[in-house]
């Protein structure tokens, strides 16, 4: 019995493409991780409210220096992921009123050495810095009744070569770390200052 083989050699213009495929996607850099929003833990505080309502006071510029419409979640968002996740409304009360004042985070540039010298160091040549500001009000009928309100700062440097990754990763620590504060002060201050409204 004689079996036939048939060899069928590339396109030579077909395998350079398949060649040159194979290295991008060799040489591709790492999906971006998901890293999700800020999380918040503990029982929602209930308050004798019909609805929450919030005002945006911060307009971000969305340009240079400021850097808060680049990360992953915006300080703003957070703030309303925060709202969401420990403020409840029931009974038939006034309402909540969430003012975000400031949500910012801008970039400064760091001196770093330049020259001969420069590439043969890994510096800190950026520096963030970044604020929440937040006040909760309670409006009866005709005006604010009760108030509570928070600001909190941070300030984090990152090296020359860092990743787009490890970049993202620095902006959701700092985050994480900002609100976990919020979460503090403005839950102590809701049931200290708008006492007569929690249930």
Known sequence: MHISTTARLLNPARALAIALTVVVAACASPSTPDLGPVKFTGQPIRLN????EFVDQYRPPVAAPNV???????????????????????GTGGRIRVTIID???VAVKLPVRT?????FYNEQDTRYDAAIEVSVEFLGTTQVQNAARTRVVRSRTVAEDISINDRNQVWHDMLQSMMDDVDAQLSAGVRQYLAPVVL
């Open 68 to 90: 808060d419409h680049l990360m992953p979640q915006a300080p703003a968002a957070a703030v309303r992921t925060w709202a969401a996740a420990r403020l409840q409304t029931g």
């Open 49 to 52: 409210a019909t609805a929450i």
């Open 115 to 119: 020259g001969i010298a420069g590439p």
């Open 103 to 105: 949500a910012s985070v």
